[in-house]
């Protein structure tokens, strides 16, 4: 089928990483500029598989270099409508996967990609032939689709120009949701795209919850499971509600039980200690628990430094993907943050210690007031000694909690004084966590875990005599 490319195309090379020093060039990425979108147009408006290069082609860069990406398509078709588009997008990240020697990460304007060398000494030396099979994939994987042309840009001021369009694109279909909510609906949907590899990955999309890869809203599952019902956007029955604060429903469970291969039987969709949903490796930020303070930071993959806990994205990531319930890390896409329902069984805005200020910035208009400046970033919090004293100083509800609790702690047993609340239902790992016991003596003792997983039903901490 495609031996017009010089290139092999398969599902099977979708797991393929392209490693530094395999790269010939890399595209887009955290350290230069890109984005992909697709937008929905009239079938008179656009001439099917035309493509248009705006910059330098591959066989104009040099080896180890690294340049803007954009990829904008349009498409057209009877059943073509612009709810479609996200959905058709995030494709775009599966079709170039596809190609050998190609690696495409992440989406919208987060996109990053590395072309091989393996690939380059095959005969791949123009951007045309990556679009064309992509624009083939469209049109054969996704029947709505009859017609289709790609642009690609490759000259840093067009993308720059083009980029706050896109932006705009993207906020509005963010805004759509923004009225509608869990209990509007009777029907959520998933996503199973995630699973060739996470494969016990649940993802589960409401009005109130974003996908984790913050490309799918809840019209864009609804769009994508009517035009494609076997497709790999599905309706789920969200059926009675079985914890509404946390967000667990009987479909969303049974859905969870066959879509993990029994793996999961619960989740709640607005928790992040109890059931939390899965976190494939997509998401566009992870959340982390910091039992110092007992609250739980935020970090995106924009941020290069590490969060206060010592930790950068890309090691907190690996933590959290792979399609479980990690109980400490989460998964989000950005746009959970601006839901009304945002970790909600874990008290919301009043858990969050910490951010990177551009996420902040980001979202800042959906932050309460009253919590919005107690909430530190890497300029007011670097390690957790800075981190406490900030939340102290500026009043964080958390500081009240920590008193509570202790309060609650003189009045028990002194058991054990991990300040970790256990979902029960999986192993709690940790990268890095300390659990101060009170020794007999008063001073006390530290024990500090790395890397560990630790599953324990029962601990007994006896005076010894
Ligand atoms: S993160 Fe979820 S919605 Fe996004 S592509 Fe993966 S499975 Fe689909």
Not at 87 to 106: A, C, K, S, T
Not at 178 to 191: A, K, P, Q, S
Request: charged letters at 30%; glycine letters at 10%; aromatic letters at 10%.
């Amino acid at each position: 089928m495609a031996d017009e490319f010089p290139f092999e195309i398969s599902p099977m090379f979708e797991g393929e990483r392209v490693r530094k020093g395999d790269m010939y060039v890399e595209l887009a990425g955290p350290k230069s500029r890109g984005f992909e979108l697709v937008r929905a147009v009239e079938m008179d408006e656009i001439e099917d598989g035309k493509f248009t290069l705006i910059g330098p082609d591959l066989s104009e860069m040099e080896e180890g270099t690294r340049h803007p990406l954009a990829m904008i398509y349009r498409i057209a078709g009877e059943l073509v409508e612009p709810d479609l588009e996200a959905i058709v997008e995030r494709r775009n990240h599966d079709f170039q996967n596809y190609i050998q020697g190609i690696m495409h990460l992440n989406q919208r304007y987060d996109i990053w990609l590395r072309v091989s060398k393996g690939a380059i000494q095959k005969g791949l030396n123009s951007f045309e032939s990556i679009a064309r099979a992509a624009m083939m994939l469209f049109k054969n994987e996704l029947p709505f689709i009859e017609k289709v042309e790609a642009t690609y840009i490759t000259d840093m001021d067009e993308i720059e120009k083009e980029l706050v369009g896109a932006m705009e694109i993207y906020s509005a279909r963010d805004e759509r949701t923004r009225d509608l909510h869990d209990e509007d609906v009777d029907t959520f949907y998933g996503c199973s795209l995630c699973q060739s590899f996470a494969p016990t990955n649940v993802c589960v999309i409401t009005p109130d919850r974003i996908s984790l890869c913050g490309a799918i809203n809840w019209f864009d599952g609804r769009a994508a499971a009517k035009v494609d019902p076997e497709g790999p956007q599905f309706a789920i029955n969200k059926g009675k509600v079985i914890d509404e604060i946390g967000g667990e429903y009987y479909g969303v469970n049974d859905i969870a039980n066959s879509l993990s291969s029994g793996e999961y039987d619960r989740i709640k969709l607005h928790s992040f200690f109890e059931y939390p949903h899965t976190s494939c490796g997509c998401f566009e930020v992870v959340g982390f628990y910091v039992p110092e303070v007992d609250g739980i930071g935020w970090v995106d993959r924009d941020f290069a430094g590490t969060a206060p806990n010592g930790l950068s994205f890309s090691t907190m990531a690996g933590q959290t993907g792979g399609g479980k319930q990690i109980v400490g890390f989460l998964g989000i896409g950005i746009n959970y943050f601006r839901s009304p329902k945002f970790i909600q069984a874990d008290g919301g805005w009043n858990r969050v210690v910490w951010m990177p200020k551009k996420l902040k910035d980001k979202v800042s208009g959906d932050i309460p007031k009253d919590i919005i400046d107690k909430i530190p970033t890497e300029e007011d919090a670097s390690d957790l000694e800075s981190l406490k004293k900030f939340l102290i100083e500026k009043k964080h509800p958390i500081v009240e909690k920590w008193a509570e609790e202790e309060e609650a702690e003189k009045e028990e047993e002194p058991v054990s004084h991990a300040p970790v609340p256990m979902g029960g239902q999986s192993p709690f790992q940790m990268p890095a966590f300390q659990m101060p016991v009170p020794a007999a003596g008063g001073s006390g003792v530290k024990l500090i875990f790395r890397n560990a997983k630790i599953s324990i039903d029962r601990m007994i901490v006896k005076k010894r005599d």
